[in-house]
């Protein structure tokens, strides 16, 4: 607003709220069902569909049974879903996550067969397939166990070219390794997937906020924490950089993670870069609100509703969000 605006009385900001179609016309931000993806968590097995405690509403598929939600999704609007496996087995290095016949492409192979037209997303990683629970292949340097940067990106190129050979259409590398996107994207096109889009984990925080998807996804780190791959809440210039290094890398969409508590993030990333824009409304964001809805103690479609919302006006182009199957069908209503 400009020194030369009207001022009040002139001016009255409520004659634009006064009216439900008015107020509809001068909304600055609106929300799609096509605006979400649904995070889906697949084990090996049939008829399975087991609810994850600190998730309600949220289950363990096996492939037949993850086919029959992603179609409940496809039906309310939502065009996209994000794969996370848990494997057969676990060990040292992952290798699971590198099985052609492993969770995710029988999962893969599954959704394509019944909704071909399904974008289908991948979670590149291993924290889901170790049997230490960290993000990639172990080795000690200085006397520390850490995640080894380089020896994890071969694994990497390799977990996404199994995913795409199944029919993935985007791969999400989510370990926040030094070099990740490049090494996706140098393997998919050494495999002739040139085509296949990486939606990367850019700014990916340390934080508490995942606590119940390691439940979810039985994947919490054995010993230590992920600090030494995650960025630290406290910082926001960090991410800026982070998320320049991707896009030079040939990252196509870059995303936030968290949502809520990384709005600021989200803006920033957006006025800097003007690229596509995904944000992660996670697990632990997901599980305060229905432990309050479970308590009568916030309205529970009110509370989504303005939650997402708020994450597309921060400058998310899409949010993933276990919320997606109520919300879609709200919006439709
Ligand atoms: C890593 C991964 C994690 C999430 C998505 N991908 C967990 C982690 O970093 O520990 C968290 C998602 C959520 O909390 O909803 N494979």
């Not at 001068?26 to 399975?48: H, I, K, Y």
């Not at 848990?86 to 290798?95: F, H, L, M, Q, T």
């Not at 096109?189 to 508490?208: R, V």
């Amino acid at each position: 607003m400009s020194e030369l605006s009207p001022r009040f009385p002139e001016m009255r900001m409520r004659r634009l709220r006064r009216l439900p179609a008015l107020r509809q016309l001068v909304r600055e931000t609106d929300l799609r069902p096509s605006d979400l993806v649904l995070p889906l968590f697949v084990r090996p097995g049939q008829g399975l569909r087991q609810e994850i405690p600190s998730m309600p509403g949220q289950y363990q598929h096996s492939p037949d049974t993850l086919v029959e939600t992603a179609s409940r999704a496809w039906e309310l609007g939502i065009r996209a879903v994000i794969l996370f496996g848990i494997p057969a087995y676990k060990d040292e290095v992952g290798s699971a996550a590198l099985d052609e016949a492993g969770i995710i492409p029988q999962a893969i192979l599954a959704l394509k067969r019944r909704l071909p037209d399904l974008l289908v997303i991948t979670d590149e990683c291993f924290c889901e397939y170790t049997s230490h629970g960290h993000c990639g292949v172990l080795s000690e340097k200085g006397g520390r166990r850490d995640v080894d940067n380089d020896r994890t990106l071969e694994q990497l190129g390799q977990q996404s070219v199994v995913h795409a050979r199944a029919g993935a259409d985007m791969v999400a590398p989510s370990g926040m390794m030094d070099g990740m996107v490049a090494a996706v994207r140098h393997a998919l096109d050494a495999a002739g997937f040139e085509h296949i889009h990486i939606l990367s984990y850019a700014a990916k925080y340390a934080s508490g906020f995942y606590g119940p998807f390691r439940e979810a996804a039985e994947s919490p780190p054995q010993f230590g924490d992920r600090s030494t791959y995650q960025m630290d809440p406290a910082n926001a210039a960090e991410a800026l950089r982070e998320i320049a290094l991707d896009l030079a890398e040939g990252a196509d969409i870059v995303m936030v993670k968290p949502a809520l508590a990384y709005l600021d993030i989200l803006r920033r990333a957006k006025e800097r870069f003007g690229v596509p824009l995904a944000a992660y409304n996670v697990s632990g964001e997901y599980a305060m609100v229905k432990a309050a809805a479970a308590r009568g103690w916030l309205d529970e479609r009110r509370i989504v509703l303005e939650i997402l919302t708020a994450i597309k006006r921060a400058g998310a182009s899409f949010i993933l969000t276990y919320h997606a199957l109520d919300a879609a069908a709200w919006l439709s209503e």
